[in-house]
Structures are given as structure tokens and as C-alpha cells.
């Protein structure tokens, strides 16, 4: 099997496992406990906050664990609407966000809060300007997201955050697809909340976390016991948290190695195929983009069906993201770019991994360029 939907979920790296498994096994105790063999579950924890702050210069005690990004990016959205209702009702966000933001704010529309979705230019950018025109004076949050799951974009997340300081609203950024694939710094690029999730990197499934400045003070998402300074209740998901640290620690050791191996590989990939294969639409920007990230439309066809002849070649990609899959209509996000009927219904997105190989591209650009061909040839 070549996987190339990364983006969707990664494999558990085996140091990972090997960290977690003591944790299923001997090392049980519950964090809240309060003799010796619980305090160790809890030291355990607290070391893993001390290794994600220090990766996006954060304090420890800013890092909060949740189940993963629809939480944090939950959390972020509907606890500073509950915390600062008093103060006005507006949101920022964009078009282009994941489902766990904009279904997040239809949510709070329903409730009585205003949405501006802004724009994208046709690679999937906003314009900091555009922005900057938003604000009001009941603007509460800025929601943007670092990368995007579908076309890698990145984010202009300096000039946002400049924005967001200059006029004293929260900058919130969903890093789930970010975090750990490119630089993340919470003071240089002023955000004020951020979200990521565990299993897009190496981590396993169910655990992530939700940045969240000092001084910033959204309403508690979870309510119970007294874990995560009283606002995040809920025994925590301690294998999992021990995982995501040993992943972070192990990830960012080698992250710029991993950024150039897997831009080579990416960048080689989309050469041939827009070399080699005609019809083909790039989506998304060629240089703001996410290492990994690969959605190409090939005219003409439609990409679902590519998807199933490259599964039975042995190949896991993806016709969008994997929350949307399976829905009809058409990406909301390459829709934002304006792409046409042809190119929302050609798309294919590839995500790619430190896992994947060279030889993988090659195998992987001959099965494309036969199907490709195979389809447009039967209609
Ligand atoms: N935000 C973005 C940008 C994502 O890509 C995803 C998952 O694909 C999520 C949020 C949701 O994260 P999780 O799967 O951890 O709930």
C-alpha cells in the first residue's frame, strides 16, 4: 500500500507506541490521584506540556489537552463567544476553514452571533487588508487557519496577528494541518489560541491541544472534575497525551529535514504530472503552501472515480478532505478559489509523509497517467 492521505491521519510512529505502552500497562495511575504512583501519571503529563510549549515558545501552563481539533477549535470559538458575549457578538473567521470552525460558528449564528467569512484569492489567501476593513467594535475573535487541510495554503499569520494586537481581539489559529510542518511561534506571530491534534503527527488518535495565551480567559468547554486549571474537565487521555509528546519531541528534532525531503518529493510529483499529463489544474499556491500537500484537478474527469481506480492500484488519496468525503456538492474550498465545474469535479489531493518514498512517486505517477488516461478515454 503507498499512503498518501496524510492530511486525513498519519501512522503512529513506533517510538510513539513504545512511549505509550507503558502507560496501557504498568503506569495506570490516574493524574488526579494524590500518592505517588498517580503522581507520576501527572509528572508524566506536565512534562509533556513543558515540550509543546517550548515548540511554539509558549508557557507550560498555556498548553491544555483535548480530545483533538474539533474540540480545541470548539472550545476556542464557542468559549470566548460564552466568555465574551457582553462584549460584542462578531466574528472573524474564512471561508476556507475546516467544518470543526464554520459548522462551529453556523452554530453560534444560530445563537445570535455575527459571521464575516472572509475571502480567499485564487491560490486560497486572505488579504491581511481585507481583514484588517472586518474589525468593528463588537469584534471578539479572529479565527483563522494556519494551513489549510485541503490546498496547504498558509496564512499570512503575522500580519493577522499585527492586526488582531492593534486592535486588542483574540487571534485564534486552527494548526491542526501546521503545527509540526512548519515553524509555529505564538509570540512572534501574536496568537492568542491555537489548535492542534496529535494524530497529524505521528500521535495517536483522540488527543491534541488548545494553546491558550495567559490573560486569555475562554468560558470552560467541559464541565466536571478539576483537571486542566478547572476549564477542560475530564480524566486525561494520559497514553495518549505521553504519545503526542514523544511524537512532538522526536518531530521537531527533525523538522526541517523532514520540510526539504518532503517538498522534494511533492515538488517532483506535481512536476511530472503537470509535464507528463495534459488537462491538469494546479489548486492551491505553488509556494505558501504546506510541504506535503498536492491537489491537482485533472479536466474532464471525475476525481472520485480516480480515486477508486488508484485504491485498486494499492494507492489511499483523497478527492478532499476526509470530513467531507462522502458528501456531494463540491469543496466549499475550492469552491472560494472559484474554481469551475470541471476542476471541483477533477480534483485529487495527495498529502505526503516522511513515510513515503521516491520510488513511490514513480509508481504513483504511472498509475495516475494510465488511469487519467483510461477515464477520459471512455468518455
Ligand atoms: N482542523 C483541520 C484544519 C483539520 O484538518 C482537522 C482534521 O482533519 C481538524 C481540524 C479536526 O481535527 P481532529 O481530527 O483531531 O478532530
Not at 499512503?3 to 503512529?12: H, I, Q
Not at 517510538?15 to 490516574?30: F, I, R, S, T
Not at 462578531?90 to 464554520?102: G, K, M, P, S
Request: include cysteine.
Amino acid at each position: 500500500m503507498i499512503y498518501l492521505d496524510n492530511a486525513a491521519t498519519t501512522p503512529v510512529h513506533p517510538g510513539v507506541l513504545k512511549a505509550m505502552l507503558p502507560y496501557l500497562e504498568e503506569q495506570y495511575g490516574n493524574p488526579s490521584g494524590i500518592y505517588e504512583f498517580a503522581e507520576k501519571s501527572k509528572e508524566a503529563v506536565d512534562r509533556v506540556r513543558e515540550i509543546i510549549a517550548a515548540s511554539i515558545n509558549a508557557k507550560p501552563g498555556e498548553i491544555y489537552f483535548t480530545s483533538g481539533g474539533t474540540e480545541s477549535d470548539n472550545w476556542a470559538l464557542a468559549g470566548m463567544a460564552e466568555a465574551l458575549s457582553g462584549k460584542g457578538n462578531h466574528i472573524i473567521t474564512t471561508a476556507i476553514e475546516h467544518h470543526a470552525i464554520i459548522n462551529t460558528c453556523e452554530y453560534l449564528k444560530q445563537r445570535g452571533f455575527d459571521i464575516t467569512y472572509l475571502d480567499v484569492n485564487k491560490e486560497g489567501i486572505i488579504n491581511p487588508k481585507q481583514l484588517a476593513d472586518a474589525v468593528r467594535k463588537d469584534t471578539i475573535l479572529i479565527s483563522i487557519m494556519a494551513a489549510n487541510n485541503e490546498i496547504g495554503s498558509i496564512q499570512p499569520l503575522k500580519a493577522i496577528g499585527e492586526i488582531a494586537r492593534r486592535n486588542n481581539i483574540c487571534f485564534h489559529t486552527d494548526a491542526v494541518q501546521a503545527y509540526l510542518h512548519m515553524e509555529m511561534d505564538v509570540r512572534k506571530m501574536n496568537i492568542g489560541m491555537m489548535s492542534a491534534s496529535a494524530h497529524k503527527f505521528r500521535g495517536a488518535k483522540g488527543c491534541g491541544f488548545l494553546y491558550i495565551r495567559d490573560g486569555i480567559k475562554p468560558a470552560a468547554f467541559m464541565h466536571g472534575g478539576k483537571q486542566e486549571s478547572g476549564i477542560r474537565a475530564g480524566t486525561e487521555n494520559v497514553p495518549g497525551i505521553i504519545g503526542m509528546g514523544e511524537a512532538v519531541r522526536i518531530t521537531i528534532q527533525e523538522m526541517q529535514k523532514n520540510i526539504v525531503y518532503v517538498r522534494n518529493m511533492r515538488d517532483y510529483l506535481l512536476y511530472r504530472i503537470e509535464h507528463e499529463i495534459p488537462g491538469v489544474v494546479l489548486n492551491g499556491p505553488r509556494h505558501m503552501r504546506l510541504p506535503g500537500n498536492l491537489n491537482v484537478s485533472f479536466l474532464g474527469i471525475e476525481g472520485q472515480s480516480l480515486l477508486i481506480m488508484l485504491d485498486m492500484d494499492g494507492i489511499c488519496t483523497s478527492s478532499g478532505s476526509a470530513c467531507t468525503a462522502g458528501t456531494s456538492g463540491g469543496s466549499h474550498v475550492l469552491k472560494a478559489l472559484g474554481a469551475d465545474d470541471g476542476r471541483l469535479k477533477g480534483a485529487l489531493r495527495m498529502t505526503l509523509d516522511t513515510q513515503n518514498t521516491m520510488e513511490e512517486m514513480d509508481y504513483v505517477i504511472w498509475r495516475i497517467k494510465e488511469n487519467v488516461a483510461a477515464l477520459r478515454d471512455k468518455s
